[in-house]
């Protein structure tokens, strides 16, 4: 069983930059991609961001586009979510999820909640107006 464990995160004002990251406990995931969601009180959970870890292809939300980066760190066992020029329509509680293998149609597939096996156990962010 992996465990995703997430670290990052808080209060920033609006134009500020925050970051996340996520690791698989005890050990590197090995599976197909990584995911970043977020669900904003009241609201349903929603993508933000996936990476395909074999070839690192990258899928963003519209409201991710050129403000937010998925990555992975140097070594390899954690994806950062780097938020820049964060508006305050980004406040959520922003979850990490792995999915363990590929999908028929990765586009598609990596932006539904459905599509992962595994979830972190979200962490608040807030930004300020």
């Known amino acids: 069983q992996v465990q995703l464990q997430q670290f990052g995160g808080g209060l920033v004002q609006a134009g500020g930059s925050l970051s996340l990251s996520c690791a698989a406990s005890g050990r590197t995931f090995s599976g197909y991609a990584m995911g970043w969601f977020r669900q904003a009180p009241g609201k349903d959970r929603e993508f933000v961001a996936a990476?395909?870890?074999?070839?690192?292809?990258?899928y963003y939300a519209d409201s991710a586009k050129g403000r937010f980066t998925i990555s992975r760190d140097n070594a390899g066992s954690a994806v950062v979510l780097q938020m820049n020029s964060l508006k305050p329509e980004d406040t959520a509680v922003y979850y990490c999820?792995?999915?363990?293998?590929?999908?028929?149609?990765?586009?598609?597939?990596?932006?539904?909640?459905?599509?992962?096996?595994?979830w972190g156990q979200g962490t608040q962010v807030t930004v300020s107006s």
């Open positions: 999820a792995a999915k363990r293998r590929s999908p028929p149609s990765p586009r598609t597939s990596l932006t539904i909640t459905g599509s992962y096996d595994y």
């Open positions: 990476a395909v870890l074999t070839d690192y292809t990258t």
